[in-house]
């Protein structure tokens, strides 16, 4: 479904404390962390049929479990890098529930290469590696409840080392918080300049056998106005959904706005081992993927538009 509505004229708007420079610009766009839980995406459009931006929105890799398919991982971030797309992590890059004293843990789901005394190093030192490859398409890894854990029960931040580590290699990735913003800036001739604001949050509870999370749409909404889009993940559910607002202008003039709702789903399958937590609670089969965001200019008018595509 696109979504076609022309991204708001931004003037003279300062959306939080500016804390640092713009980073070198290495794909098409550049990066600046306006805020401690706010970064900006700019770009230049073209007012041509054949400009495109993509963006690979995922959440819940968990990267070194067993059940984590790799391979439609690997499928997804060769794919950002043919399209020079920026890559967003918005927590649970880990799983990392197998160490000493992890009551979670289980000898099965421990992969082979991370046997041995220091269970934390290799499975950061093996990330590293994988991610590597994709570190300069990489915008920003965020937490994850299973990271949060992991400070607070091992007293070690796996996502900060492998963040350190990968733009040790190339990337230029911010490390996110929990929750927080991304605010995409486009600017045409250097004059024109349209945005969207992307509200994160890793996300809680459960989901709900029926509602599936989307209950939470409507609170959300309530307290994120500002939000164009609202992106969550943790229930390892995949739903669109928009709730329409009235709004109005400065000059008094009310208009409709669309907030979109995107819930990511999961890298992690765990359904069809038939065995494990997952299956002993009765939970159902989970989608697995990710979600292209993807800006493009159609002609129709001066505007950029966004549609959003399921990356299965």
């Known amino acids: 479904m696109r979504y076609?509505?022309?991204?708001?004229?931004?003037?003279?708007?300062?959306?939080?404390?500016?804390?640092?420079?713009?980073?070198?610009?290495?794909?098409?766009?550049?990066?600046?962390?306006l805020h401690r839980r706010c970064i900006q995406v700019r770009s230049e459009y073209k007012a041509s049929a054949n400009w495109e931006q993509w963006f690979?929105?995922?959440?819940?890799?968990h990267f070194d479990s067993v059940k984590c398919d790799r391979q439609l991982l690997k499928k997804h971030h060769k794919k950002a890098v043919e399209r020079r797309a920026g890559i967003f992590s918005f927590g649970?890059?880990?799983?990392?529930?197998?160490?000493?004293?992890?009551?979670?843990?289980?000898?099965?789901?421990?992969?082979?290469?991370?046997?041995?005394?220091?269970y934390y190093d290799?499975?950061?030192n093996d990330a590293a590696?994988?991610?590597?490859?994709?570190?300069?398409?990489?915008?920003?890894?965020?937490?994850?409840?299973?990271?949060?854990?992991?400070?607070?029960?091992?007293?070690?931040?796996?996502?900060?080392?492998?963040?350190?580590?990968?733009?040790g290699r190339g990337g230029n990735i911010e490390l996110g918080a929990y929750s927080g913003w991304v605010v995409f800036r486009f600017s045409y001739l250097g004059d024109r300049t349209r945005?969207?604001?992307?509200?994160?949050?890793?996300?809680?509870?459960?989901?709900?056998?029926?509602?599936?999370?989307?209950?939470?749409?409507?609170?959300r909404a309530v307290y994120l106005p500002d939000a164009d889009l609202i992106v969550t993940g943790h229930i390892h559910e995949s739903w669109k959904l928009e709730t329409m607002q009235e709004r109005i202008k400065r000059n008094g003039t009310p208009y409709l706005a669309t907030q979109v709702h995107l819930q990511?789903?999961?890298?992690?399958?765990?359904?069809?081992?038939?065995?494990?937590?997952?299956?002993?609670?009765?939970?159902?089969?989970?989608?697995?993927?990710?979600?292209?965001?993807?800006?493009?200019?159609?002609?129709?008018?001066?505007?950029?538009?966004?549609?959003?595509?399921?990356?299965r």
């Not at 529930?97 to 041995?116: F, H, L, T």
């Not at 994709?134 to 400070?151: C, D, F, M, V, W």
């Not at 509870?205 to 749409?217: A, C, S, Y």
């Open 4 to 33: 076609a509505r022309p991204l708001r004229l931004i003037v003279g708007e300062t959306v939080g404390e500016i804390v640092g420079e713009p980073k070198k610009k290495t794909m098409d766009f550049s990066t600046e962390r």
């Open 195 to 219: 945005t969207i604001r992307l509200f994160y949050h890793h996300g809680y509870g459960g989901g709900g056998p029926v509602t599936k999370g989307t209950i939470q749409t409507n609170r």
């Open 122 to 124: 290799r499975v950061i």
């Open 92 to 118: 649970d890059t880990f799983d990392v529930m197998q160490g000493k004293k992890d009551r979670r843990g289980s000898k099965d789901d421990v992969r082979p290469e991370y046997q041995g005394g220091n």
């Open 129 to 167: 590696d994988w991610y590597s490859q994709y570190a300069p398409n990489y915008i920003l890894k965020s937490y994850g409840n299973h990271e949060t854990a992991i400070l607070k029960h091992q007293e070690t931040d796996v996502l900060k080392r492998l963040v350190e580590k990968l733009n």
């Open 264 to 311: 990511l789903p999961t890298y992690k399958e765990e359904y069809m081992a038939g065995k494990g937590w997952h299956v002993e609670r009765g939970a159902p089969p989970k989608p697995t993927g990710g979600a292209w965001l993807r800006f493009y200019f159609d002609g129709s008018d001066d505007s950029v538009k966004y549609e959003i595509i399921r990356a």
């Open 56 to 61: 690979l929105l995922t959440a819940d890799q």
